[in-house]
């Protein structure tokens, strides 16, 4: 099925070590993104890409790397684990960018002992 | 931060009444979306609205967008259970990065 899933669903985690959230779409849109949602702060963009290659940071980037090797995927890697970095996090896609309404997966529940 | 603030927070109406909610937010955009999520989903995309349109229909939904006082209005008619969710209005600024989402709307209708 088309579609944007992220996996896993739910981490569980300690603080220090790395832990890679994964994203893959089927669309072959150009952009994709990866938020936060915390509560009180809605969603917080933390990294984007706009093709293949091409990644900006976001406005809470800190702590987080991302690549871009393929189209499809957008992997978020955190690679020392803090505990303010437990959150949902969201990854979206959209093909023309911020023009475009993004496609949203399910999310993945990340805790971080 | 350039973050919308969604009015009311909470919201809970019964069945077949109208719902209203409110984004603000503190600068210059480009367009203004609105998105709904259903608990443990993730959220989908309702309506774009752009900074030069006023008023935009989509089936039960009517968005407004006053760029002068930097607000947007959220109005479902006719409410269903099913329309239960939160909903959040995301702005798009003047840069690629510049895109913030408010911090949304708990509506629950009651059957």
């Known amino acids: 099925d088309a579609g944007i899933t992220q996996s896993p669903r739910y981490k569980i985690t300690e603080t220090g070590r790395q832990v890679t959230l994964m994203c893959h779409q089927t669309?072959?849109?150009?952009?994709m993104f990866w938020y936060r949602q915390d509560l009180g702060h809605g969603l917080r963009l933390i990294y984007y890409s706009a093709a293949a290659d091409i990644t900006d940071k976001g406005e809470v980037p800190d702590g987080y790397v991302v690549s871009r090797s393929k189209t499809e995927n957008f992997p978020l890697t955190l690679e020392s684990a803090t505990r303010s970095q437990t959150s949902v996090y969201f990854c979206?896609?959209?093909?023309?960018?911020?023009?475009?309404?993004?496609?949203f997966g399910d999310g993945t529940r990340l805790s971080i002992l | 931060s350039q973050q919308g603030e969604e009015d009311p927070q909470a919201l809970s109406i019964q069945e077949g009444e109208n719902a209203t909610m409110n984004c603000s937010y503190k600068t210059s955009i480009n367009n203004l979306q609105w998105y709904r999520q259903n608990s443990g989903r993730g959220l989908v995309h309702l309506i774009l609205i752009r900074s030069n349109e006023r008023e935009k229909h989509s089936g039960r939904l009517r968005v407004t967008l006053d760029t002068s006082k930097k607000s947007s209005s959220l109005l479902i008619t006719a409410s269903r259970a099913a329309d239960t969710a939160s909903y959040f209005c995301?702005?798009?600024?003047?840069?690629?990065?510049?895109?913030?989402f408010g911090t949304g709307t708990s509506l629950t209708v009651i059957p």
């Open positions: 979206a896609s959209s093909d023309q960018g911020w023009h475009q309404p993004q496609h």
């Open positions: 995301a702005t798009w600024g003047n840069t690629g990065n510049q895109f913030y």
């Open positions: 669309w072959s849109h150009s952009y």
